[in-house]
């Protein structure tokens, strides 16, 4: 079994506590009974000269000592007030003893020592029958002339001084136990308190922190070098707390840095499958690819031809693979060799290059093919990849093109000046036609036959109907060649909305349609022609008249926008700003507009629908026309720096969806000088 600390140190301090009392008990024991059997000695001394003297003086007077009487009595009084001392013997100089206070001591032992002086011995004498130990003490009597006769003993027992000493020994040994008793208590104490009590402190926090709680703080102590200790050790588990937060901190970074490898590694090996299998792809597309493939290494040799590059050029793999790039290129018959070495140059450096080129076959055929060239990596070497597509039958196709979009171009010339012709041809027959016509009906018609005069009525209708389709085809024509000349003045474009409405006015209420006005009273005047806005606005609105069928709504609104816009004057990217717009929407209920007509609604002679479905009449649904006043309309809003589009979800005649041009105009189609404030407007 272990002994703890606090066991030793009690243990320890017994020890040296019983030692250095028992030690300092027994110094003092012998010191008193030196001190005891000294002072008893000079009383036997004293006494001894005392009976000396009186012997001495009776001597003096010629008495001889053998014959003095009283002196054992003399002794016995000598003795009696002291009873430590046992005996008071007279001897003679030879040591035979002449007088004693008590005849048990006249067998006094011969052998003592005599001597002239005081003399000091331990004898043995027998009393009783037992041998006792004597201190003893002899003093020389001597005659007037100094010669010793006798001697005087006076002596104690040994048994007196021992029983003194033990006396002594019972009193220290319990004073020596009471003593030992307070100063272990008083070491017990201390050691408790100022010693086990912070080491345990100590030792709890030290045995916390080895159990891995470095947060833990040793409290403060009394003891100063104990509570150094302590502030030290919490200093300790600091750097422990530190260090393990730092161990911690490094071990989660080198998890997470394995998991980061582990991923990398799994990343690494997917991506090396990836690119075998990527390589395999390669080659087995590269094989059967519908171009011709050639890759040339950086030596600018043919490296790999696929199968297809060998139908395309003629000449097999073995023929190409190894020659150099100048040498393939003289091979295939191909002009201007410097021009197609650089663009192979600029490929390897990274540029991808595509150009149009010319060769002969090995069969001597000419092909044209489009060359697609780019730098390619294999590993760490890097390649360039030319890729021959066949566009001789493309190109065969454009020039065919080409040829058939001058013909339409010259042909559409010829449809212009025929237009421009047959409306000039035809504008003064029928101004005769017209003239007539209203003669007859108006200042004649009293003598003419009413079935005559009804003929001559629908003949002035048919002829106003023609007289509208050569204005048309005049306007048309005028917006084409760009002759078509402006008048701009300020418009205030609610009003002229109002004014195209009133004009239209007879056929809404003939059709039966609703028209709903929806005008921003707040939007500024435009510089603008009235007339041709006017022209734009019949249009429009004639247009939706004729596709909205009986009973249906059109809704006209106006409205202020600001758009990012590059107006006239503005060229290029850097000119679109931000400019105020005066937006006119004109929604209808009809039978909408296909996505597809949508697209080719604003070009000259194109009709929505099917063709066969119109009526004749003007206003009539579906009425035919002749397809003219839609391009009329975008040229109008063009010429005004403005946009027109139409939107509508599709052609339905029986779900009836509708449709709504849009109509953008700026507030100056020339960006002159405007006194238009326009954050009066956004207000």
């Given at each position: ?7 030793r140190i009690?243990l ?8 250095t ?11 008193v ?10 009383r ?8 000396k003297?009186?012997?001495e ?25 002291n ?20 005849p048990?001591?006249l ?8 001597s ?20 003893d003490t ?14 005087v ?8 001084v021992?029983?003194?000493v ?6 220290t ?6 003593s ?12 408790k ?6 080491i ?64 990398s590694?799994?990343r690494l090996e ?10 395999e ?8 690819s ?8 950086a030596?600018?040799?043919v490296?790999?031809v696929?199968?297809?590059a060998?139908?395309?050029f ?8 190894g020659?150099?790039?100048?040498k393939?290129l ?7 060799i ?5 663009i ?33 990596r ?38 212009d ?24 009906c108006t200042d004649?018609a ?8 009804e ?39 609610n ?10 006015r007879f ?10 006005l ?7 005047s ?6 041709r806005l006017?022209?734009?606005?019949s ?11 009986d ?17 006239p ?12 717009f ?20 604003f ?11 119109h009526?004749?009449?003007k ?37 009836m969806p ?26």
């Amino acid at each position: 079994m272990k002994m703890t600390l606090e066991r030793r140190i009690i243990l320890f301090s017994f020890l040296i506590l019983f030692l250095t009392i028992s030690a300092s008990a027994g110094l003092d024991i012998m010191a008193v009974k030196t001190d005891y059997v000294d002072s008893l000695n000079l009383r036997t001394q004293s006494l001894a000269r005392a009976v000396k003297g009186n012997i001495e003086k009776v001597l003096n007077l010629g008495v001889d000592l053998k014959d003095m009487s009283g002196v054992s009595d003399k002794c016995r009084e000598t003795i009696e007030g002291n009873p430590d001392i046992a005996y008071c013997v007279i001897t003679d100089q030879h040591g035979e003893p002449l007088h004693a206070n008590d005849p048990r001591f006249l067998a006094f032992p011969r052998t003592a020592v005599q001597s002239l002086s005081v003399f000091r011995s331990q004898l043995a004498i027998r009393v009783d029958g037992r041998e006792l130990r004597f201190y003893d003490t002899s003093v020389p009597i001597v005659m007037p002339e100094g010669r010793p006769v006798a001697f005087v003993h006076v002596g104690f027992q040994e048994s007196v001084v021992t029983g003194k000493v033990w006396g002594m020994i019972y009193r220290t040994a319990s004073l020596l136990f009471l003593s030992l008793v307070v100063a272990f208590s008083l070491v017990v104490f201390f050691v408790k308190k100022y010693v086990m009590r912070p080491i345990s402190t100590l030792l709890s926090g030290v045995k916390q922190i080895s159990e891995g709680a470095f947060d833990t703080q040793i409290g403060e102590v009394q003891v100063f070098e104990f509570n150094e200790l302590a502030r030290n050790v919490n200093i300790m588990s600091q750097f422990l707390q530190n260090r393990d937060t730092e161990i911690k901190k490094n071990y989660e970074d080198m998890q997470h840095t394995l998991v980061e490898l582990h991923d990398s590694y799994s990343r690494l090996e997917s991506l090396s499958a990836d690119l075998e299998r990527s390589e395999e792809l390669y080659k087995r597309l590269m094989e059967d690819s519908s171009d011709a493939i050639v890759v040339l290494g950086a030596e600018d040799s043919v490296r790999m031809v696929n199968k297809m590059a060998e139908e395309f050029f003629g000449y097999s793999a073995k023929e190409l693979i190894g020659l150099p790039l100048t040498k393939m290129l003289l091979l295939l018959n191909i002009s201007n060799i410097p021009k197609f070495q650089r663009i192979f140059k600029d490929a390897a450096a990274g540029a991808h290059v595509a150009q149009e080129m010319q060769l002969v076959k090995k069969g001597g055929g000419v092909m044209v093919a489009m060359l697609h060239a780019t730098r390619i990596r294999s590993g760490s070497e890097e390649l360039v990849q030319a890729i021959f597509r066949d566009v001789t039958r493309e190109r065969e196709i454009i020039v065919n093109l080409e040829k058939s979009s001058a013909d339409l171009a010259r042909l559409n010339r010829m449809k212009d000046s025929f237009l421009g012709l047959a409306s000039h041809e035809l504008k003064t027959p029928l101004t005769i036609i017209m003239g007539y016509s209203e003669l007859i009906c108006t200042d004649m018609a009293d003598k003419v036959d009413k079935t005559v005069l009804e003929m001559v009525l629908n003949i002035a209708n048919a002829a106003s109907r023609l007289d509208n389709i050569i204005k048309d085809m005049v306007d048309v024509s005028m917006i084409d060649e760009k002759r078509l000349q402006l008048k701009m003045e300020d418009v205030q474009l609610n009003r002229l909305i109002e004014g195209a409405v009133n004009e239209l006015r007879f056929f809404f209420s003939m059709r039966k349609q609703e028209v709903v006005l929806t005008l921003d009273e707040s939007i500024p005047s435009i510089r603008g022609d009235a007339l041709r806005l006017m022209q734009l606005l019949s249009n429009i609105l004639g247009n939706a008249i004729k596709f909205t069928p009986d009973g249906g709504k059109i809704t006209v609104s106006s409205s202020a926008k600001y758009l990012l816009r590059g107006l006239p004057g503005n060229q290029g990217a850097t000119g679109k700003e931000h400019h105020l717009f005066l937006e006119i929407a004109v929604t209808d209920t009809g039978i909408g507009i296909d996505r597809e007509d949508q697209l080719r609604i604003f070009d000259k002679f194109y009709e929505v629908g099917n063709i066969q479905e119109h009526s004749s009449g003007k206003v009539a649904f579906k009425a035919k026309g002749a397809g003219l006043g839609l391009s009329i309309a975008k040229g109008i809003v063009d010429m005004h720096g403005g946009e027109i589009w139409v939107e509508s979800t599709g052609y339905s005649p029986e779900r009836m969806p509708g449709s709504t041009f849009h109509i953008l105009l700026p507030l100056n189609p020339n960006l002159g000088d405007s006194t238009v404030d326009y954050t009066k407007l956004l207000g």
